[in-house]
């Protein structure tokens, strides 16, 4: 599942991303989140909130790889705190072109067989 973000991106969004996720049963499936034209907009308690969702899910297993497409520091800041919510397992990695994402996910993919 592959999702391109534009413009100003906050907590709303990302919930109805995790909402589209469970009603499409895609939880398992790899993603990849190019976020290179979005600006990120969470405050800590919009990360907290976030963390509680994604501890949420921790009973939905497997969780498929992710992978996050960001350029600008300040977003990729956001993503590292992002991945480490919740007690995730699933792998997860930030890159910061798309090809690095495809490359990385179908090696992921790949490992599982």
Known sequence: MS?????????KDVE???DALMVQNAMPYPKLLDLTGAE???????????????SAYAAVDPRGPICLVAVT?????????????????????????????REWLAGQVKGQG
Do not use: H, Q
């Open 40 to 54: 990120l907009v969470a405050s800590d308690d919009d990360m907290m909130m976030l963390g509680a969702r994604v």
């Open 73 to 101: 520091r300040e977003a990729v800041d956001m993503l590292r705190r992002f991945t480490n919510l919740g007690g995730a397992t699933r792998p997860a990695k930030i890159v910061t072109t798309v090809d690095e994402a």
């Open 3 to 11: 999702v391109k973000a534009e413009g100003r991106v906050v907590l």
């Open 16 to 18: 109805d991303y995790f």
